[in-house]
């Protein structure tokens, strides 16, 4: 199982909010490392979506949010739209295994209604 | 434009080898850090290996230490996984990613298309 657990799937209706949690521990998220979140959209590469627990870069709609609290991190996505249906990903790093390396969440399958 | 390429990957015999590569333009790759991910068919991302700008600092997950080695041609532009030995369980999806540090970690913010390894008799 991964290191970063999030839920396998969530859903909302158009227009809704959605959450995605991500939870960690001691030695990554809980150790102040940061919670980065990425978009994969069905047959496609991964995107960066949010970086650093709560910046979005450039072109990435301000429908979406990053949070970070304690050992875990949330994504929210409000106004849902039919184009957010993807997979998401929480990242971080982590200092626990075998002198540290970057960890992924297994992903939360995101369906719009 | 920030492009990464990966090609090399195919379907290969139970500990037999192969070798991807990644090409990069669009920015200055010998400035950045790079890393290999993988996605286990219908599964989730997994960190493969890290190379720093330089070369001088690898760092592998544990399932594919001693069996793969990462390395780069700055002067090419070019990523590469030498992957020896390989099992069943490394078919997967190879994207390389760009690495961006911030604060006390780093972020991937550019990937490539990813290239297929299928290890199947």
């Known amino acids: 199982q991964s290191v970063l657990t999030q839920p396998p799937s969530v859903s909302g209706a158009p227009g809704q909010r959605v959450t995605i949690s991500c939870t960690g521990s001691?030695?990554?998220?809980?150790?102040?490392?940061?919670v980065h979140w990425y978009q994969q959209l069905p047959g496609t590469a991964p995107k960066l979506l949010i970086y650093?627990?709560?910046n979005r870069p450039s072109g990435v709609p301000d429908r979406f949010s990053g949070s970070k609290s304690g050992t875990s991190a949330s994504l929210a996505i409000t106004g849902l739209q039919a184009e957010d249906e993807a997979d998401y990903y929480c990242q971080s790093y982590d200092s626990s295994l075998s002198g540290g390396c970057w960890v992924f969440g297994g992903g939360t399958k995101l369906t719009v209604l | 434009e920030v492009q990464l390429v990966e090609s090399g990957g195919g379907l290969v015999q139970p500990g037999g080898s192969l070798r991807l590569s990644c090409a990069a333009s669009g920015f200055t790759f010998s400035s950045y850090e790079m890393n290999w991910v993988r996605q286990a068919p219908g599964k989730g991302l997994e960190w493969v290996s890290y190379i720093s700008s330089s070369g001088s600092t690898i760092y592998y997950a544990d399932s594919v230490k001693g069996r793969f080695t990462i390395s780069r041609d700055n002067a090419k532009n070019s990523l590469y996984l030498q992957m020896n030995s390989l099992r069943a369980e490394d078919t997967a999806v190879y994207y390389c990613?760009?690495?961006?540090?911030?604060?006390?970690?780093?972020?991937?913010?550019?990937w490539g298309q990813g290239t297929l390894v299928t290890v199947s008799s």
């Open positions: 990613a760009r690495a961006q540090p911030y604060s006390s970690s780093w972020y991937f913010d550019y």
């Open positions: 001691s030695s990554n998220i809980g150790a102040g490392y940061d």
């Open positions: 650093g627990n709560s």
